[in-house]
């Protein structure tokens, strides 16, 4: 049957030229266009917008661009360790690079435990803003409350003061006789000795393990529960962080547990057992859940977290940029740091809180180029976001 009805009243003749169409002719021609049409524009769309090709093979160059970088430090002798870089859509690069332990020849892995000194602080902070959270303190509540046993001296420092540094404490490694097994009742005795300040609290920052000792103390005595039991039940089982450990005089030895070096491969591990200032292993996989549980404020709220990324003004009105367990980058508040150092461990838990960038560096070999690596690292991310 001819479907085309050149009789038909509707079916008119149209003149183009010197050529005769009909309007039948013409929507045949018509669909006959948009059927062809159709497809291209739906790939040039899908060229424009989407682009998942052009985006997989950038996110590959960058990975390759990392693994390159770090490994370069690693083949010249300046980082043995392990690594991981993201951003907020997923992981780029995670790798590890050197040996665990030199004496069993065991090779690390992204799940090797390590020693993240001053990196813990971070925990003890979230611990204490934890319990702000409760309302079980406030920032300015005066800590001799909850330690009786602490000299006068101590009666007007609050957990303000303690948490960004500003309390005057003298730090307990400069005084102290360390010893294999030194704990945070080791700690307190010798800070009961103390017989004056360094500085009235609140007017100048100094740096300060003391302080982020007896945080960790507080947080026993508030909380009714042990520093370890209190972080692994209120954060580590919520953050799913199941290789991090808090190494105090009742912990087993992590299951992974890395070996530190000095910088001429001779054995200097760590071996105290104090909380607070450090005193936490784990390992670049955790760190990247625990930074996603804080970038989310799944764990604790936006209001209560962002206490930690604020600068410190002190009494002079003069600012110093340490918040919470944070260093803040003074030129761009959004990027916040903390790195560790003693024996042979150098860590550096490195974010960016506006984009979610985190890289992580863990090294057991007393390497000096962590934040060289970081910083070559950050303008790789910032190229690849142009």
Known sequence: MNNECSGCPNNKNIKIGNLNFTTDMI????????????????????????KPVNRSIKKDELKNEIEFLVSTYHNEGKFDGTILV??????????????????????LSTESQFYLASVSKQFTASAIL?????????????IHLYLPELPEIYYGITFR?????TSGIPDY???????NGFTNSDVLKELTKVDSLEFEPGTRYKYSNSGYVLLSILVDRISGSSFA?????????????AHTVVYDQFAEEPERRVTGYGKDGTLTDYQFRTTGGGGIFSNVEDLYKWHKALSSYSLIKEDIMKLAYKPTILKTDSTVYYGFGWFIDPDDPNHVHHDGTLEGFRTLFDRQLDNWNVIILLSNNSSEYLDEIAEKIRELLKSNHK
Do not use: T
């Open 27 to 50: 929507l045949k021609a018509m669909k006959l266009v948009i059927k062809r049409l159709i497809p291209a524009l739906i790939v040039l769309i899908s060229f424009f917008y989407c």
């Open 86 to 107: 993201a951003d907020s859509s997923d992981i780029i690069f995670k790798g590890a690079f050197g040996l665990a332990n030199h004496e069993k020849e065991s090779p």
């Open 130 to 142: 934890l319990l702000f959270q409760n309302d079980s303190i406030a920032p300015d509540d005066p």
């Open 161 to 165: 003061n303690l948490l960004n540094h």
């Open 173 to 179: 490694y400069n005084f102290a006789k360390l010893f």
């Open 229 to 241: 039991n209190y972080l692994k039940e209120n954060a580590f089982l919520e953050a799913e962080l």
